[in-house]
C-alpha cells in the first residue's frame, strides 16, 4: 500500500512560504530520479515557464568523480517550485545556477539540500532572482557535510533583486557540518537597483526601462555564466525581463 | 548675408568650421527659407520674427537657478549665457555648488530645482527626463564615473547611441559603423578598444574612467559637453590625452563646452572663452583666461573677496 502523503502545512520548514493553495492542485509531488555514474559529466536545464503551477522534486546522486552542472530559469508560472536533493559522492562536483523571475502575484521557490558524503567533493549554487510587483521569490539551501566528508568546498552566493517595494525575497541559507577540513562561503543579499548606475546609463540617452534591463540582465547572468546553454537561458531570461519590466 | 561680420568672423567662416558650409549651400539653393534657417540655427543664428534681423541665440542660457540638496539650498540664482562656438570654464571653492550644477542641469534624482530655468537650443532642458536631455545634445563628464558590473562598455554605449538617434528620428549605427566610431574615438583618447570590452569602468584607474568619459563623449556627439572636474586624478600624460581630446571633440562653431575645474591645469589645454567664479551657489565673477591665472596666483578667498567690495 502506498502511503498518501500529507499536503504540507506552514510549519514545515520547507514549504514555509510556498503557495499552499496552488501547491494542493500539484500534490504529491512525484520525485524523479537523476544518477550520474562514477565519472560522467552531465548538463541539464530546465526551463519553468507558462502561467500554469509548476512543481519538480529531482533526486540526484553522483557518483565518485561525476559532475553536474544543473541551471535552472523560474520564469512564468503563477506559482512554480524547483526542489532538488543531491547527494555528492567522493571527487564529485556539482554546480547549479538558478535564476527565478516574477511579478504580479507569481510565487516562486528554489528549494536545495546538497550533502557532501565523500572526500573532496565541490558543489556550487548561485541563485538570481529578479521580484516585481507583489511577487515572492524564495531561497531555502541547506548544505550537508558528512562526517568524513573532509576537504569539501562548497558555496553559495543568492542575491534578489526588488523591483518594487511590495515584493520580497526571503533567503534562508543552512549549514550543516560534520566534518573539520571544510570550505563553505555563502552569502545572502537582497536589494533594488543602483540608482547611481541607472542615472549614469540614462544620462548617455538609455530610457528607463532600456536602463534597468541592461542592469538587471547582467545580474541575472551570473546565474547562467559557464553553462553549456547558457545563451538560450540568457536569451529566455531577457525575453521574460522585457514582459516584467514593461 | 554672408559677409555679415559679427564677433570677428564673418557667417561664412563660421558655417565653414563648422562643416556646415555644403549644407547651408544646398538649402540656399532650394531656397527654401525653413532649410536655410534650419542650417543657420545650428551655429546659434535666429531670424527674429520680422525675418529681418539676425541675432545670436545662445546655446545654453541658465537664468537665477535655485536647486536644493537634500533639502539644503545649494544652487542660489545662478545665470549663466553659453553660445555656440565657446568654452567656458567655471571654477571655485569646494561648496560651491559647482558639481550640483552639473548634476541638476543633467536631471539626477535628488537635485531639487526651486526656482529659475535653463534652456538648450530654446527648449527648456529642465522639463525633460534625463534621456531626454542627452538626445537633446546634452552630455554631462562625471566626476566619478559610474562603474556598472557585468554590462559591456561597447554594448551600453552602442545601444546609448542608438536610443539617442531613435529619439530624433535618425538612421541607427550598424555594428559595423559603430565599431568603427569607436574605435576611431577611442585611438583619439590612446585607449585600447579591449579595455572597452570590458565592463563599464569596472577596473578602470582613475585616469581611463576619465579618458572612457571623452570616448563617450566623440561617439554621442553631443552639442553641449558639461564636464565636471575631468581633470581631477588624471596624471600630466592623462591631462594632455583629455584635453587634446576635448579639442579634438568639442572645439567647433557649432558645438560648446563648460568646463567644471578646481584649478588652471586642464585650461592650460584646452584654453576657454569666459572663466566664471562659482561662490556660495551664484557666479560672482567672469571674465577672460587671465582670470583662471589670477585665481591660481591670489586664491579664491581674495579674489572672491573683492566682489563683495
Redo the contacts between chains.
Keep these: 500500500m502506498s502511503e498518501v502523503l500529507s499536503l504540507p502545512t506552514r510549519r514545515d520548514e520547507d514549504f514555509r512560504y510556498s503557495d499552499l493553495k496552488a501547491l494542493e492542485a500539484l500534490w504529491p509531488i512525484v520525485p524523479e530520479t537523476i544518477a550520474i555514474a562514477d565519472g560522467d559529466e552531465e548538463a541539464l536545464q530546465f526551463v519553468l515557464d507558462g502561467g500554469a503551477p509548476i512543481a519538480r522534486h529531482l533526486v540526484i546522486t553522483l557518483g565518485k568523480g561525476a559532475k553536474l552542472d544543473l541551471r535552472v530559469l523560474s520564469a512564468g508560472p503563477a506559482y512554480g517550485r524547483f526542489a532538488i536533493d543531491v547527494r555528492l559522492g567522493e571527487g564529485a562536483d556539482f554546480t547549479f545556477g538558478a535564476a527565478q523571475l516574477a511579478t504580479a502575484s507569481e510565487n516562486l521557490e528554489v528549494v536545495t539540500k546538497v550533502v557532501h558524503t565523500g572526500l573532496n567533493a565541490s558543489s556550487s549554487q548561485i541563485v538570481r532572482s529578479v521580484l516585481g510587483g507583489t511577487s515572492v521569490g524564495t531561497y531555502l539551501g541547506c548544505i550537508g557535510v558528512e562526517r568524513g566528508a573532509d576537504g569539501t568546498d562548497a558555496q553559495q552566493s543568492v542575491r534578489a533583486m526588488l523591483l518594487d517595494r511590495t515584493a520580497t525575497a526571503n533567503a534562508k541559507p543552512e549549514l550543516e557540518i560534520y566534518a573539520d577540513d571544510v570550505k563553505a562561503a555563502h552569502g545572502c543579499a537582497v536589494g533594488e537597483l543602483?540608482?547611481?548606475?541607472l542615472?549614469?546609463?540614462?544620462?548617455?540617452?538609455?530610457?528607463?526601462l532600456?536602463?534597468k534591463r541592461?542592469?538587471l540582465?547582467?545580474?541575472v547572468?551570473?546565474a547562467f555564466a559557464g553553462a553549456p546553454q547558457s545563451d538560450e537561458l540568457n536569451a529566455a531570461a531577457q525575453a521574460r525581463l522585457q514582459a516584467i519590466l514593461a | 548675408m554672408a559677409g555679415h561680420g559679427f564677433e570677428g568672423m564673418t557667417v561664412n567662416e563660421r558655417l565653414v568650421e563648422a562643416g556646415l558650409l555644403e549644407e547651408y549651400e544646398l538649402a540656399h539653393s532650394c531656397g527654401e527659407r525653413a532649410k536655410i534657417n534650419a542650417v543657420l540655427a545650428k551655429i546659434g543664428l535666429r531670424r527674429d520674427e520680422n525675418d529681418m534681423n539676425w541675432t545670436i541665440e545662445p546655446m545654453l542660457t541658465i537664468e537665477d537657478l535655485r536647486a536644493n540638496v537634500a533639502d539644503k539650498p545649494i544652487l542660489k540664482g545662478l545665470s549663466l549665457e553659453i553660445k555656440a562656438g565657446e568654452i567656458h570654464a567655471i571654477m571655485g571653492p569646494n561648496g560651491a555648488g559647482k558639481s550640483t550644477l552639473g548634476y541638476t542641469l543633467g536631471g539626477r534624482p535628488g537635485y531639487e530645482v526651486t526656482g529659475g530655468s535653463a534652456t538648450l537650443c530654446g527648449e527648456d532642458l529642465l522639463d525633460m527626463e534625463p534621456h531626454e536631455r542627452a538626445a537633446a545634445g546634452l552630455f554631462l563628464g562625471f566626476q566619478y564615473p559610474v562603474e556598472i558590473p557585468g554590462v559591456s562598455f561597447v554594448q551600453f554605449l552602442r545601444e546609448a547611441a542608438n536610443a539617442q538617434r531613435k529619439s530624433r528620428g535618425e538612421e541607427p549605427l550598424s555594428g559595423g559603423e559603430f565599431l568603427k566610431l569607436a574605435k576611431e574615438k577611442a585611438g583619439l583618447l590612446k585607449m585600447d578598444m579591449d579595455m572597452l570590452k570590458r565592463p563599464v569602468n569596472v577596473g578602470f584607474s582613475g585616469g581611463e574612467k576619465k579618458r572612457a568619459e571623452m570616448v563617450q563623449m566623440g561617439v554621442l556627439d553631443p552639442k553641449l559637453a558639461i564636464l565636471d572636474e575631468t581633470d581631477s586624478g588624471l596624471d600630466i600624460d592623462a591631462l594632455r590625452i583629455c584635453g587634446e581630446g576635448i579639442n579634438a571633440i568639442m572645439r567647433r562653431e557649432d558645438k560648446a563646452v563648460l568646463l567644471i575645474t578646481h584649478y588652471q591645469r586642464l585650461l592650460d589645454y584646452v584654453k576657454p572663452d569666459y572663466v566664471h567664479i562659482l561662490s556660495a551657489g551664484r557666479i560672482v565673477k567672469s571674465g577672460g583666461p587671465d582670470l583662471a591665472l589670477r585665481l591660481e596666483e591670489e586664491g579664491y578667498e581674495a579674489v572672491v573677496a573683492e566682489t563683495a567690495a
Design positions: 543602483d540608482a547611481q548606475g542615472f549614469y546609463l540614462m544620462s548617455r540617452g538609455l530610457p528607463p532600456d536602463a541592461l542592469m540582465q547582467a545580474f547572468a551570473e
